[in-house]
């Protein structure tokens, strides 16, 4: 089980509490597709996503990115338990969508640079720790039931 | 985003020098960065041109923070880099530090200088990364995200997905130098 130490917590729940997580989601997921294009396999049927012009204003990417990141709120509010929070979820992307466990590394890194852009000289080393911590464990559990 | 590229220009080149037009590219855009190869250059820092003196004028912010933000964040989301090290003074600002934060950036500013052969521009720091250092391939993916992340900080409205991809890409090209010669 992870240990959390208080200010652990306070950085995360502190910085959470304003994140818009329909704008946040939205950039997150937009910025894998567009810097790492090889993602883009997972979304077939998201429409156009030639471009990052396309893939910015692509509704599907918004719904989905909002729908993620909705989700990580549920890490934030469990984070005693991420294994649990999260044991449906693996399974899912495991044996439906088959998505390699390297992605979820790389949108946590991602969400990281969207949160350092927005809340800029707040989100200070320390919080960037915090964070960097919680997507670590968080992409553990997502890839715990894989099999 | 012309602070962001007078800023990398500045961290890149001594005082007083002029840019330099790179020579034809053969570096790619990455396939997302639909832009000419000049707005690519300058979505990497890479100015053209900058008249004499504007580096000693211009600079956006000192250096050394940059150095130390980018330090302390990979100090303290990874721990374990500084396990390479343990010689060094690491509170923050310290002049060991600071003077191997300049050592990290001016070779980021040789490889956009050569952008288009960044494997002869490191050559000499790839081997010294193999033979001598031996740092674990992984913490340059490390490094790279602590200074995405510093230059997002410090850029927000600059830092678009545009630049974002051409960053990563770029110190990757970077990272994959320096570890090629591993094995």
């Known amino acids: 089980m992870v240990h959390w130490s208080a200010e652990e917590k306070q950085l995360i729940t502190g910085l959470w509490g304003k994140v818009n997580v329909e704008e946040c989601g939205a950039e997150a997921l937009a910025r894998l597709l567009i810097v790492y294009p090889w993602t883009q396999r997972f979304f077939d049927n998201f429409g156009n996503l030639s471009s990052p012009t396309a893939i910015i204003g692509n509704p599907k990417v918004r719904a989905h990115g909002k729908k993620v990141l909705t989700s990580f709120g549920e890490a934030v509010k469990n984070l005693e338990n991420l294994k649990a929070t999260y044991s449906k979820l693996s399974e899912l992307h495991c044996e439906k969508l088959h998505v390699d466990p390297e992605n979820f590394r790389l949108l946590g890194d991602i969400l990281i640079i969207v949160l350092a852009a927005h809340f800029t000289k707040d989100f200070t080393p320390d919080c960037q720790a915090a964070w960097q911590k919680l997507v670590r464990v968080v992409a553990h559990a997502l890839a715990r039931k894989y099999h | ?183």
Not at chain 2, 27 to 53: Q, T
Not at chain 2, 145 to 172: G, M, N, Q
Request: hydrophobic share 40%.
């Open chain 2, 1 to 183: 985003m012309y602070r962001l590229a007078h800023c990398l220009i500045c961290t890149y080149y001594k005082r007083g020098l002029r840019a330099e037009r790179p020579s034809d590219a053969s570096f790619k855009l990455p396939s997302s960065v639909n832009c000419s190869r000049s707005v690519f250059l300058k979505l990497v820092g890479f100015s053209v041109y900058l008249p004499r003196g504007f580096v000693r004028s211009r600079m956006p912010f000192p250096l050394p923070n940059f150095i130390i933000m980018f330090s302390s964040r990979l100090f303290s989301s990874y721990p374990q880099t500084k396990t390479y090290f343990p010689h060094f003074d690491l509170s923050q600002g310290s002049t060991q530090l600071r003077g191997h934060g300049s050592k990290v950036m001016n070779a980021i500013g040789e490889a956009v200088k050569n952008i288009d052969d960044i494997r002869g521009a490191l050559a000499k720091l790839s081997e010294l990364h193999a033979y001598i250092l031996r740092v674990d391939p992984v913490n340059f993916k490390l490094l790279c995200h602590c200074i995405l992340c510093s230059v997002a900080a410090r850029y927000p409205s600059d830092f678009t997905p545009e630049v974002h991809a051409a960053w990563d890409k770029f110190l990757s090209s970077v990272s994959s130098v320096l570890t090629e010669k591993y094995r």
